[in-house]
């Protein structure tokens, strides 16, 4: 049923109603005005709030022309003709900010009736979070058809229109904020999604100071806003399942009498079975520990500021119970569940010549692009450009997306990449060949590391073409592979390298992925015997310490395992052990002693019974 804003202002049968009565009712919760039919059949007329003086009344153009025909914006209405389109306009854009004004008081206070754009019908069910305000009008429509109106709003402007945007999103800026930090509200909470677990971090005052203080630490990084949002749902995941057990907040199950609940909410939200005494997550069952500690820190800080003794006590007796009994009951169960998953896991690595058949396709891309130069391939060059530097740099394909444009121009102008001409002169000529042709830009890395990209002369080409492409490609953000028009994010490393692994053909395009690449790297540098110097030079590089490089970053244990050590347990039965006295495993050569062949029969009857 489609409502339209009176523009009568002659109607004598409205009868004006009592101050903000849809806000001082006796409701307790919100509700929605409802489109009720009267004894004729037909519907009642439908009431808006005041813009100046919160009155609810059904014809608005007729109060605002006999009580407030003095304010500048009705009197800007007075005077344009009666039935005018322009007139009519008007009339609505003020109507709709007179409800806004009073949804949004509804919404901060908790309780009253909601002015929609469209009431409901008697029937039918709704709640508070299937609806949204129109960012240009302030109406207020159902977010499933939000999209409709926005395409013909008569406020938004035509190249709002024309841009894709989340009306959605734009929309939910405008409610109530739920806590003191605007930035946090908009790029976490607004982009959430609105479901009942979001219900429950917003009403959650422990969740919301928790992520506001992960905000404030990783804010300045954007990407992290997701991390962020996974955090708070994650408590919300648990808030919701203790309400099962009336416990409806973070700060109940802060309270040591509520210690046996929380265990029991933990282990059903992370999928723990009885029988198997296993978790299907143990990893979440762990970030919950983790986030749990941390609200306990956050409850205890509050304590000392407020000087309230109960709840530091609370935050205390929490910590220190958490500290005896969490490992016993969540902890030890998780890690053995994570760790049992891993075995006999096969490890997938990349095959050498499938990477060598991409980086040939990505270098005929490249050069292929970059003879036309032409603006309208700018999307396809620069996805080539970011899948060959993570390709030959073995980076992270988060760390190379975000590279700046600027810090790319820095090292050119500045000449910071290349090296001092001391340090080449205890190089060899071939080395000193590679650091006059190669470029070098420092990025941030994993846990705030600078770690380097390297830059070889074909890729530097492609790269100042495509920085040439930029203006006319509608180019603004500040990244170095960023999208054309409003998009804020760059291009993703891992879909480029998805996508032209496909595209080249390759044996096994699946085990093409940045991760797998740079543990390629790492596990077969071991191939060369490198020594601890030169391992700590490829440790830095690929942003690691020595310590993850040699303990996660080595060939795989089967083959090690299989090819060395069964070597030695070969000499010890067979009583040949005394004759590789002081060697290493790589010295003990079978071939060399005329014992390989008994040992390849003996070995292959053991396989023909």
Known sequence: MVEHVSDSENDDNEEISCRFPLLDSGEKKIIFQEAKKTTTGKYDNKKHSCLFCEKVLANMARHYTLVHFNEPRVAKILILPKKSKERRQLWEKLVNNGDFEHNY????????????????ESSESVVLKDYVPCFHCKGMYKKTDLWKHTSQCSVGSKTLHSEKQNHVKLGRLLFPSTCANKHFQEKVLSVMKDDEIKS??????????????MFEKHGKDEHKNIYISQKLREL??????????????????????????LIKCVKEVAGYSEESHTFTTPSLALKLGHSLQKSANLLKSEGLK???????????SFLSLYENDWTD???????????????NKPLLMPLVEDVKKLNCYLEKEARRLCSDADPCLYNELAQVCLAQIILFNRRRSGEAERMTLSAYKETLATGSGKPDEVVLSTLNEFERTLCHSHLRVEIKGKRGRKVPVLFTKTMKESIDILISMREKANVTQPYLFSRPGSFTKPFRGTDCIRRFSKKAGLQDPNSINSTKLRKQLATLA??????????DILATFQGHNIRVHREFYRLPENALQVAKVSKLLHCINNGTIQKYRGKDFDEIDFIDT????????????????
């Open 105 to 120: 008081s509804v919404i901060e206070k908790g309780h009253g009736v909601i002015i929609p754009k469209y009431r409901k």
């Open 236 to 261: 919300g995941r648990l808030v919701k399942c203790s309400k099962n057990q009336s416990l409806n907040s973070v700060d109940d199950l802060l309270c040591t009498n509520n210690w046996d609940t």
């Open 329 to 343: 009951a969540i902890s030890s169960q998780a890690l053995s569940s994570l760790h049992d998953k891993k075995y």
């Open 200 to 213: 429950v971090i917003v009403s959650d005052k422990r969740i919301i100071d928790f992520g506001s203080r």
């Open 526 to 535: 071991q191939v060369l015997n490198l020594s601890e110097t030169s391992q």
């Open 594 to 609: 005329g014992i390989y062949n008994s040992y390849v029969i003996t070995i292959q009857g053991h396989f023909n019974c």
């Open 306 to 316: 407020e000087n309230d003794d109960y709840k530091i006590k609370t935050a205390e």
